[in-house]
């Protein structure tokens, strides 16, 4: 199945954005060569004959957005309907083009990040940390699997704070190879039974540099799959 139609649609769009009155000349600049850049894509495939019904959902929002850009003049209003039909663009891109495994493997990452941050931020920060990530990292899992953008944005949001738990119990376990019985004590002065702390010394570390791995594997994972999200 040619992609005539959406074509069609994607360079009728570049004209109502250059015309339009109420957008600024640096968002059209922006938006058209996003458009264009995707318009040289959806020339160049076939889609399969099982995506059609996506593929008129597709156009059909296209077309919504012309009508939207002809009549409106809401300058913040179009410019999330275009931003959000590029994303969906980009999307339905990755569908045609059957790339989407990253979408299975990001989520398998960002699972193993989370549930490692969990089991090793009360150490170190006690339970408030993890607490108030609890709910980002449903509600992002959630929004993940249905392709949304704020579901991505929430579960990325893991990241820079199980590489800071990483961070923390490998340096504890570099201290405590010089120190291992001011090491044990300091786990036991957080409230952890002497003969759990014992273990920790050497299994939070370990599990430190595993954290370490999946929160850059979910990083990589999450840059790969962005345009998954709409």
Request: charged share 25%; glycine share 6%; with cysteine.
């Amino acid at each position: 199945m040619n992609t005539n139609l959406v074509i069609t649609t994607i360079k009728q769009l570049n004209t109502e954005i250059e015309k339009n009155k109420n957008l600024k000349e640096n968002k059209k600049q922006k938006y058209r060569l996003q458009l264009d850049k995707l318009l040289n894509k959806y020339i160049e495939i076939e889609i399969s004959d099982k995506f059609k019904t996506q593929y008129n959902q597709l156009n059909g929002k296209g077309v919504e957005l012309i009508k939207e850009l002809k009549v409106s003049k809401d300058k913040n209003k179009l410019e999330t309907s275009i931003e959000v039909y590029i994303r969906y663009l980009k999307a339905s891109l990755c569908d045609f083009e059957e790339k989407t495994t990253y979408l299975r493997k990001y989520i398998t990452s960002f699972l193993f990040s989370a549930m490692l941050f969990l089991a090793l931020s009360p150490q170190f920060y006690g339970f408030i940390l993890p607490v108030l990530f609890f709910l980002p990292i449903y509600i992002g899992l959630k929004g993940v699997k249905q392709r949304s953008i704020t579901g991505f944005y929430m579960t990325m949001s893991v990241v820079p704070v199980a590489l800071m738990t990483s961070f923390t119990w490998i340096r504890y376990g570099i201290n405590a190879k010089s120190d291992y019985l001011g090491a044990v004590k300091a786990i036991v002065d957080g409230g952890v039974a002497q003969g759990l702390a014992e273990k920790l010394v050497y299994i939070g570390p370990i599990f430190g540099i595993i954290l370490l791995i999946f929160a850059c594997l979910q990083l990589y994972r999450g840059y790969k799959s962005r345009d998954l999200f709409i």
